[in-house]
């Protein structure tokens, strides 16, 4: 699907020098695993809460300011280092369909993350009300989670599959 | 029996040939290996941040670790199982690894200064539970937390450049 794009990419300069320099992958997938520890350690916290699974006693909405920046941040970490990982290997990402199913996946889940937070701003009183836990956000919890531990397997994957599809 | 006759005999055991050649047995510890790790470093940045004075400032420390406490020893122990498993899969290979050697000094570094806290501020905690920014000496303790932890995922991961044999990075 990508591999007249990755193809393209591999002759650029930019690729050429990320190929030749043996640090920059390792380093560069370093700071991804930081980025995914604050993702989804932020993911993990904030949806027991919203499972009532643990100790948490915070209020749904002190939560979702606390983690919710955290949780845009690394997420633009790890674009920015998966764009070098891509730049650097670009056979191994676009041409394997983890790569793919992973981003759509990202995809999904910033949306519905990013829909969810909206809602909570705005219903911030019934959330912070609510003395069981909402239906909804236990729907958020297992979607988001499910997705979360989704685009760390096939990311994890890539690294097993990808050069039989080279 | 010297340390090469019992990596040899870890890697030739059932669990070790196991480890090395079932396709379901390196990838998934692995997956599991990377779940976890990703968890014991996010639940412990967050308190450390929080020790640091930039995050989750209006929690006190207390609330923070009594809720984050159970995600993160929950998740060590399912990295170090993980991580046995692995190692039994190639453990000269592991064993000789400057950056493996690195990791785990780094992971008992890491022991040393949560018990170092636990003697030292730690027992007056009820003096800066609350505070936006706690005393400097609880500061320094989670900017050394944070930066080892961050040190063992570096290493962590060159390991899987730099094993011969190693498993696809």
């Not at chain 1, 519905?112 to 219903?123: P, W």
Request: with cysteine; proline share 4%; aromatic share 12%.
């Amino acid at each position: 699907m990508f591999r007249s794009l990755a193809d393209w990419m591999a002759s650029t300069p930019i690729s050429l020098a990320f190929q030749n320099a043996l640090w920059v992958i390792p380093t560069s997938q370093s700071i991804h695993l930081v980025a995914i520890g604050i993702v989804f350690g932020a993911a993990v916290i904030l949806n027991l809460r919203l499972l009532g699974i643990g100790r948490s006693t915070r209020r749904v909405s002190e939560l979702f300011d606390t983690l919710l920046p955290w949780l845009w941040g690394g997420l633009t970490v790890l674009l920015l280092t998966g764009i070098v990982q891509t730049f650097a290997e670009p056979a191994r990402q676009l041409k394997t369909p983890h790569f793919l199913w992973k981003m759509v996946m990202v995809l999904v889940v910033a949306i519905v993350t990013f829909l969810f937070q909206k809602s909570v701003r705005r219903h911030k009183a019934q959330w912070d009300a609510a003395a069981a836990n909402p239906a909804a956000g236990k729907l958020f919890a297992l979607v988001t989670l499910s997705l979360w531990v989704g685009i760390i397997v096939c990311g994890r994957m890539i690294a097993y599959v990808w050069e039989r599809y080279e | 029996m010297n340390a090469a006759d019992l990596l040899a005999a870890l890697e030739s055991s059932w669990l070790g040939t196991y480890m090395r050649e079932a396709p379901f047995g390196f990838v998934p510890a692995e997956i599991a290996h990377i779940l976890a790790l990703t968890l014991v470093f996010g639940s412990i940045a967050m308190v450390d941040l929080r020790l640091v004075g930039v995050a989750a400032l209006r929690q006190p420390v207390s609330t923070l670790t009594r809720e984050l406490l159970p995600i993160t020893w929950i998740a060590f122990a399912v990295a170090v199982l993980s991580g046995s498993l692995m190692f039994l899969a190639k453990a000269s290979g592991y064993y000789y690894a400057f950056e493996f050697r690195m990791k785990m000094l780094l992971i008992v570094l890491a022991g040393v200064n949560m018990i170092a806290f636990h003697l030292g501020p730690y027992r007056s905690i009820q003096n800066w539970d609350a505070q936006l920014a706690p005393p400097r000496e609880v500061r320094i303790f989670g900017l050394i937390s944070i930066l080892i932890w961050i040190s063992v995922i570096f290493f962590g991961r060159f390991i899987g450049f730099a094993l011969e044999m190693a498993p696809p990075r």
